[in-house]
């Protein structure tokens, strides 16, 4: 499958942005982020049940969505701060993985970038 996103940008500290992942409805999707010298973090994907699970980094802020017919995955980002600043990947996996990054299938990221 292949895995693309969409929606980064530069936003001012307390802005909001959306970010879209086109991939499969057939696979479990996740967003990922990494910030330079820091290590891929797991930061929302949707579990078997339909819930949503969060890293605590994000909880209350950003929210994730999938909507199947479309094959998109989206994460809505509210009271963004510089910490936040980093590249953003979308991924898929044939199994649920929560928020490990052993996904199989990688977007090629993009970056958001949040100003003082």
């Known amino acids: 499958v292949q895995v693309a996103e969409s929606g980064g940008g530069l936003v001012q500290a307390g802005g909001s942005l959306r970010l879209s992942c086109a991939g499969s409805?057939?696979?479990?999707m996740a967003w990922f982020r990494q910030a330079p010298g820091k290590d891929r973090e797991g930061i929302a994907a949707i579990a078997p049940d339909g819930r949503p699970t969060y890293a605590d980094s994000v909880k209350g802020r950003f929210s994730i969505s999938q909507e199947n017919a479309k094959n998109t995955l989206s994460l809505q980002m509210n009271s963004l701060t510089p910490d936040d600043t980093a590249m953003y990947y979308c991924a898929a996996h044939e199994y649920y993985a929560g928020l490990n990054p052993t996904y199989s299938y990688w977007g090629r990221g993009t970056q958001v970038t949040v100003s003082s």
């Open positions: 409805s057939r696979y479990y």
